[in-house]
């Protein structure tokens, strides 16, 4: 049987990432001196000191390091496993959450909640849109039960859901409009590129970004907003601006070359064996969803 018990780690892990013995003993509702011992034993059982004051601050060794980041996969292990049990003991999930990359249509994930919410009513939906990695580091980081994500993380798996269509559009006065003839890409290295910017803490870059004047905005709202005010170009998913080109406030750019581009969303579980009836469920519905002929004839 293992020397340290998971109690002891949770201290440990608790005291570095609130600064102190006492402010971990208020995160986990315990006496300082049970905090205190608790420490002690855990160095007495390791053989190995992890912790080091310095001044009023509790400070990692060397050791400490190591095994602060070892030990962090066996509390997520330890907590994935109590909440598989916890799924399965009581049936439908109280809270399901979800991340959507932004280049997925929105009616779509809202058609999906809605049945879903037909079926278990009382389950507590908690839907965040992110961009390019953002999307996979919440799966990495245990964040969310499902993901609509444009690239597969290493380690996990995914079912194909849609094939979104992207499109170089401008506002129809827009200089890109005017002259009347295909568009090179050193017509559009010479305007204005409208670009969302990766949610990840490891920000990536995807798409054409050649354009010599760049605006980079947080979410694709805006981005969609800046463009129909006639303030630049962007390849945008059709799907999120179909309302903006039936209004014409948007044109597709007839691009010369390499213009219309296509990305293939998938959905993807953070794990398939702890996911609860809802997840599945949810699931189920938005392959459903995308797999109908109505979703093929509006997407």
Request: proline share 5%; hydrophobic share 35%.
């Amino acid at each position: 049987m293992p020397k340290v018990t998971l109690d002891q780690w949770k201290m440990f892990h608790a005291v570095i990432e609130h600064g102190g013995y006492a402010q971990a003993a208020d995160k986990l509702y315990k006496s300082q001196s049970t905090i205190t011992y608790g420490i002690q034993k855990l160095q007495e059982q390791l053989g190995t000191k992890v912790l080091t004051i310095k001044g009023r601050k509790a400070v990692l060794t060397d050791a400490g390091e190591v095994l602060l980041r070892r030990s962090k996969t066996l509390l997520r292990e330890a907590d994935e496993l109590e909440r598989v049990a916890s799924s399965l003991s009581q049936g439908w999930e109280a809270q399901i959450s979800i991340v959507m990359d932004a280049i997925f249509p929105t009616c779509i994930v809202t058609q999906a909640l809605n049945q879903l919410a037909e079926i278990t009513p009382d389950t507590r939906i908690e839907l965040k849109e992110t961009v390019l990695s953002g999307t996979n580091e919440a799966l990495i980081d245990g964040t969310a039960d499902l993901a609509i994500t444009g690239a597969v993380p290493q380690g996990f798996l995914g079912e194909p859901l849609l094939n979104v269509e992207f499109q170089p559009v401008a506002h129809p006065d827009h200089p890109l409009h005017q002259s009347g003839q295909a568009i090179t890409l050193q017509d559009l290295k010479r305007e204005r590129q409208l670009v969302t910017m990766d949610s990840g803490r490891k920000r990536v870059d995807s798409g054409w970004l050649g354009a010599e004047q760049r605006w980079t905005v947080n979410q694709m709202s805006i981005a969609i907003d800046q463009v129909s005010q006639g303030l630049g170009f962007a390849w945008l998913p059709t799907t999120r601006i179909q309302p903006q080109l039936d209004q014409g406030l948007l044109k597709p750019l007839p691009l010369k070359d390499g213009g219309t581009r296509y990305v293939q969303s998938y959905l993807v579980f953070k794990d398939p064996d702890q996911a609860g009836p809802g997840t599945n469920k949810l699931a189920e519905l938005l392959t459903n969803i995308c797999n109908s002929d109505t979703c093929q004839n509006s997407h």
